[in-house]
């Protein structure tokens, strides 16, 4: 078995601080992410990382599927790997539905799962002392997950009724307009719900989901991830016994490559029932890295060009309040994902007004330096906001996994804050003018359709 | 590992005295109590509680105590400005608040240990220092008027109902007969030479105690402890908290408000706290029969599962605020009187009669039956290891020890598995019969058509009820004794208030 440890140190400041007198490569040592933990390899290709904390009796346990919308490359099978966090939960040889219930319930267990676009997401947080059953039930699901053919027709009915309920919201539509447009031949081009001629479909695909189960539950897309009142060796034993027989795959899939966009696009959305209007403003941005200084330098942009401290949101929100939220930026992907402001605007005709103040915004960050202490006090500020937020094991685990689905450590996050440190105002700059051109630029609006008369040339 | 948890009563200067024993020194007047929580956390978390809240607010001054709360924790100290607090804090991601109830008022931040020094000089300056500006005296104020006239009356049924029962049970004269906020007329007239004298009075070393979790470096917790001796000394304060008997019979209020539901809470006082004997015992039975936002309790089966009536049912033995938006309670609302409490989430008014009957029909089978064996069973095993999920936090596992420092229990997991442990189904349902009366219900409603509501309860005559789906004829031969179930009110039993009456 391969094997190694990473051990990091965890403890009090107060160790910290002597360790900082004892050697001068010390302050590089000063973590965001500073619990100690341990990374083991299964042979057959699944992970297990271990992060025992102090918060007394209970476990939380991930399980992270690199699998999302994104592996979706087959045309007419968008979708499937969202439907899988629902058939998940259907039984397995083992275990009928009630009996895992069961388990969960006895263990007081807190349970849920999501998908994204990267990766699909199993979490539960119980009492330590089920871990086994608990992994047991887990264990069951990942390997022998069972579903007859009804079932299966439930199931992917209340994923329609999932999209139905969604496509209530205009977020869902302007969201889906947007990747469309956005993306051409990559699978970001459709979101993680799928598009909705796939989704009805999915009833008559029962075979295809057992060949997605196929391909993507093996262990080498899975990691583990345990967090609290738990040990390595403790951990790694149970996934011996539940998971050391599981078989390796074979399946790669070959994402499609994004060509470069040539020309700015727009586009907007007739709602059909009364709404505030909105509006995106989205740029093709960056790869999730942790040694591209670059990427680094568009979240701290976000945060200083379109965060709640900015002058934008400032203005438009609080002065002037013609908008009622705004929010931009980025989420970490594989592959580069746009870079989007998003407002919800009060009234339909200040529409262009705000997405001429999103654009001005925009250039201004391409022309001009910022501050060096606004710089340093946004930097800070992520850096602690990101620190603050582990405050238990289950919070620490959820913080964990978007890094253990990109880079399969949490050392990966340790990285990417060190790089934040080294971005200068210069490099705010040059981020700005590689991606925010003209021909990487699209612009999506959205109104009422009756107040499609006043949309002003849109 | 295992938490280290230790509560020590750091008498100032103890270590020094001890070690120094032979000749008789003067006693050092008692400093701040402390609740100690390290861990290895980069995490520090505060939590400074003080043994003061709302039942200390003096008649005809009622929001005082929580309008000084709020000008430590949302206002300027002396040396800085709240605009310049808030600056301060930005890079630290970071906040300081209150929370005040009956007996206790909480001020609670956290920070990571790189900013210990920087963010504890800035809220030990709020806290011992504050600056009691007048700018800032008029906004907390306007925000405290705001929260009952616009949050409390007009926006949110549920908490509305929820307070409504309270001061149905306690009578305006009773410490905790009014909610913390105060009351309009009362807020309105407060200054801020009000707000100094609370603050004098009540914000002593004998009231405080200094709640610390997380790495934070050795020594530190001595320093605030010295600190926090700037404060007056003073004495420790009780208030006469015992629940007022209650008249016997059921008493309803309807509170009139233009709304598209009507939310209903019921409840009375039992004359047990956390600590004492028989509170295990309760526990259990609140949990059985409306484990807060489960789906597996009992009301909620029955109310929601299998009749569609709203969105919950819950039930309680201790004050639960903010029950729409937590999954688990705050801690530090420790309280020497509780009531019981049964939240029926709003319901289409046309099923309003038929709810509370059904609400009622299904309390009065408990109090009648008891619990089963097996119920009783699975109830203790999830409520032993549910414990844990309310301590999953620093912040919580902090909050909660200074809980258990208040009612003189173990630490709460501790506490909860012991008793728990102990506990039989014999108990649990003797605990049914002794404190579970149905004889002195009250309730709180809110609704549109108050007046209908009022006549149909006084009428009693049977409330059918409106499905939206087909249900099993098992359910509906269940639903012909509740619609005909007998409200024991008398005329003037049931009263009807507008909204804008209430906490007035």
Redesign the interface.
């Known amino acids: 078995m391969k094997k190694f440890a990473v051990l990091m140190l965890a403890l009090a400041v107060l160790c910290l601080y002597a360790a900082a007198q004892d050697s001068p490569a010390a302050p590089q040592e000063k973590k965001v992410f500073s619990y100690a933990y341990s990374i083991d390899d299964l042979p057959n290709g699944m992970r297990v990382i271990t992060v025992p904390t102090d918060s007394p009796n209970l476990v939380a346990l991930y399980m992270v599927v690199k699998t999302g919308s994104r592996n979706e490359v087959e045309p007419g099978k968008s979708g499937f790997a969202h439907l899988f966090e629902h058939l998940m939960f259907r039984g397995s040889k083992k275990y009928t539905p009630e009996q895992a219930e069961e388990v969960l319930r006895r263990a007081g267990a807190s349970s849920n799962a999501y998908t994204t676009d990267d990766r699909t997401v199993y979490h539960a947080v119980f009492s330590k002392e089920d871990l086994d059953r608990m992994m047991d039930v887990q264990a069951n699901a990942f390997q022998h997950l069972q579903y007859s053919r009804d079932a299966y027709k439930t199931e992917t009915g209340a994923v329609l009724g999932e999209y139905n309920k969604n496509s209530a919201n205009p977020i869902s539509k302007l969201y889906e307009v947007l990747r469309e447009t956005a993306y051409t031949k990559h699978t970001y081009s459709h979101t993680t719900m799928g598009y909705i001629k796939d989704i009805e479909d999915m009833p008559n695909l029962y075979d295809y989901s057992l060949e997605f189960y196929n391909r993507y539950y093996r262990p080498e897309y899975v990691t583990m991830l345990a967090v609290g009142d738990v040990q390595r060796d403790q951990v790694l034993a149970l996934a011996k016994k539940h998971y050391g027989d599981w078989k390796r795959g074979s399946y790669v899939a070959q994402i499609p490559a994004e060509p470069p966009q040539t020309s700015p696009q727009v586009r907007h959305v007739d709602w059909p029932t009364p709404t505030l209007p909105w509006v995106v403003v989205a740029y093709r941005g960056a790869a999730y890295s942790d040694s591209d200084k670059q990427a680094a330098a568009l979240d701290l942009l976000a945060n200083l060009a379109f965060g709640q401290n900015s002058d934008l949101y400032q203005k438009l929100v609080l002065k002037e309040q013609k908008v009622a939220t705004m929010d931009g930026g980025q989420d970490m992907r594989v592959d580069p994902e746009l870079f989007a402001v998003m407002a919800r605007v009060k009234d339909v005709k200040d529409v262009n007004y705000v997405r001429d103040q999103i654009l001005a915004t925009y250039k201004q960050f391409a022309e001009t330096l910022v501050p060096a202490d606004r710089l340093a006090a946004t930097r800070s500020r992520m850096r602690y906001d990101f620190a603050l937020s582990m405050d238990s094991s289950s919070a620490i685990a959820g913080a964990l996994a978007p890094y253990i689905a990109l880079r399969s450590t949490p050392e990966t996050i340790n990285r990417r804050y060190a790089l934040y440190e080294q971005v200068s105002p210069e490099d705010i700059r040059e981020a700005a003018r590689k991606f925010f051109t003209e021909h990487n630029q699209t612009v999506v609006t959205l109104s009422t359709k009756a107040n499609s008369s006043e949309k002003g040339g849109l | ?3 280290r948890y230790c509560i020590a009563l750091l008498l100032a200067g103890c270590l020094t005295a001890f070690a120094a024993d032979a000749a008789p020194k003067p006693k050092p007047a008692p400093g701040p109590a402390t609740v100690l929580l ?6 520090i978390t505060f939590r400074l509680l003080f043994n003061t809240g709302s039942a200390s607010d003096p008649q005809g001054k009622e929001g005082l105590a929580s309008l000084t709360a709020a000008m430590l924790s949302d206002a300027g100290s002396r040396t800085m400005t709240y605009a310049q607090i808030n600056e301060a804090m ?5 906040s300081f608040n209150s929370q005040v109830d009956k007996e206790m008022s909480v001020f609670v931040g ?7 020094e920087r963010y504890y000089t800035i809220i030990r300056d709020m806290v011992l220092d504050p600056g009691f500006r007048e700018d800032d005296f008029q906004r907390v104020k306007t925000d405290a008027v705001n929260f009952l006239k616009v949050t409390l009356r007009s926006s949110n049924d549920e908490e509305l109902g929820k307070e409504v029962l309270y001061t149905m049970i306690y009578p305006p004269t009773h410490p905790y007969g009014h909610v913390n906020a105060g009351r309009v007329s009362t807020l309105e007239k407060l200054t801020l030479d009000d707000v100094r004298n609370f603050y004098k009075q009540h914000y002593t070393q004998a009231a405080l105690v200094v709640g610390l979790a997380g ?4 020594g530190f917790e001595q320093r605030v402890v010295a600190d926090f001796r700037k404060l007056p000394a003073g004495k420790a304060q009780k208030v006469n908290a015992a629940a007022p008997a209650q008249k016997p019979g059921m008493q309803i209020q309807i509170v009139q408000r233009q709304t598209r539901s009507t939310a209903i809470s019921l409840g009375f006082p039992i004359d047990q706290v956390r600590g004492q004997k028989d509170w295990p015992a309760l526990a259990v039975v609140a949990s059985y029969l409306g484990q807060h936002r489960s789906s ?1 309790s009992y009301l909620y089966q029955q109310l929601r599962e299998l009749r569609g009536l709203n969105y919950g049912d819950y039930a309680y033995v201790e004050y639960f605020p903010q029950g729409m938006y937590r999954f688990e309670p705050a801690p530090n609302l420790g309280r020497r009187s509780q009531i019981f409490q049964i939240w029926i989430r709003p319901v289409d008014p046309k099923n309003g009669l038929f709810t509370l009957r059904a609400a009622l029909y299904e309390y009065d089978k408990l109090v009648k039956n008891g619990m089963s064996k097996e119920t009783f069973e ?1 109830t203790r ?2 409520l ?3 414990a ?2 309310l ?5 919580a ?1 902090l909050g909660y020890a200074l809980d258990s420092n208040f009612y003189g229990t173990p630490e709460f ?1 501790q506490y909860m598995r012991e008793q728990l442990s102990r506990l039989t189904l014999e108990d649990v349902n003797r605990a049914i019969k002794k404190y579970l009366k149905s004889d002195a219900m009250r309730i709180a409603i809110v609704t549109e058509d108050a007046e209908g509501l009022r006549k149909g309860i006084l009428s009693n005559l049977p409330s059918p009820v409106t499905y939206t789906s087909p249900k099993p004829q098992s359910v509906l031969e269940e639903d012909k004794t509740i619609q005909a179930y007998t409200i024991p009110a008398k005329d003037a039993d049931v009263k009807v208030v507008p909204a804008e009456q209430v906490f007035e």
């Open positions: 590992m295992s938490i390290p861990t290895r956390s980069p995490l930005y890079p630290m991601a970071t956290t920070t990571h240990s790189d900013n210990l790495a934070y470096p050795k597996s699975s095993e999830f032993g290891k549910y844990n999920v301590t999953q936090t620093q912040d596992q997991p």
